[in-house]
T-cell receptor
Framework: RKEVEQDPGPFNVPEGATVAFNCTYS??????FFWYRQDCRKEPKLLMS???SGNEDGRFTAQLNRASQYISLLIRDSKLSDSATYLC?????????????FGKGTRLSVIA | DAGVIQSPRHEVTEMGQEVTLRCKPI?????LFWYRQTMMRGLELLIY????????DSGMPEDRFSAKMPNASFSTLKIQPSEPRDSAVYFC????????????FGEGSWLTVV
């Protein structure tokens, strides 16, 4: 079983729609959680961290359920510029210098 | 932004040739990660360094792959001999100073082995 699993999509949604991505992780010792965004033919970039209490950044809301080992990302009022691949990421180590483990990503296309 | 510079950006090489990929973080880092990305397998960790020492190279596919980090501002990933299945994007990444949970990727080296 892969350590981080995501629905690969693609999710094709109209502008203004709300879309949700889900992710599960297998290692219960995972300490930190993130969503990264990767545009076509570009490198991944941090979108937001995910905290146990849930957190919001503008139109983006991330949730973590440690008991179910489940992470989600909600995008409200989607824009054309949100089209990208969204990578679910976990860090197993306590130290910030341990490597991040990436899911394969969920591809989103926002259509006009 | 850590300013991670990778070279070459694109390389097409023939099977059996040696390939050397380079990574230069503009701000010196003692930790550095090499990832490989393919459509089939996504982003996979190949190797990572802490204090310029390789900590975990279990992701390196086989003996054809080797990596070095002689100082905080330079690392190489070498494939010898290369095979078509090595075709992928190879990313170098470093942690953000003061926040090791955020990592900055270089733009990647796009390798095609024919």
């Amino acid at each position: 079983r892969k350590e981080v699993e995501q629905d690969p999509g693609p999710f094709n949604v109209p502008e203004g729609a709300t879309v949700a991505f889900n992710c599960t992780y297998s290692n219960s010792a995972s300490q930190s959680f993130f969503w990264y965004r990767q545009d076509c033919r570009k490198e991944p970039k941090l979108l937001m961290s995910v905290y146990s209490s849930g957190n919001e950044d503008g139109r983006f809301t991330a949730q973590l359920n440690r008991a179910s080992q489940y992470i989600s990302l909600l995008i409200r009022d989607s824009k054309l510029s949100d089209s990208a691949t969204y990578l679910c990421v976990v860090n197993i180590g306590r130290s910030g210098n341990t490597p991040l483990v990436f899911g394969k990503g969920t591809r989103l296309s926002v259509i006009a | 932004d850590a300013g991670v510079i990778q070279s070459p950006r694109h390389e097409v090489t023939e099977m059996g040739q040696e390939v050397t990929l380079r990574c230069k973080p503009i701000s010196g880092h003692n930790s550095l990660f090499w990832y490989r990305q393919t459509m089939m397998r996504g982003l996979e960790l190949l190797i990572y360094f802490n204090n310029n020492v390789p900590i975990d190279d279990s992701g390196m596919p086989e003996d054809r792959f080797s990596a070095k980090m002689p100082n905080a501002s330079f690392s190489t990933l070498k494939i010898q001999p290369s095979e078509p299945r090595d075709s992928a994007v190879y990313f170098c990444a470093v942690p953000k100073h003061g926040d090791g949970n955020t990592i900055y990727f270089g733009e990647g080296s796009w390798l095609t082995v024919v």
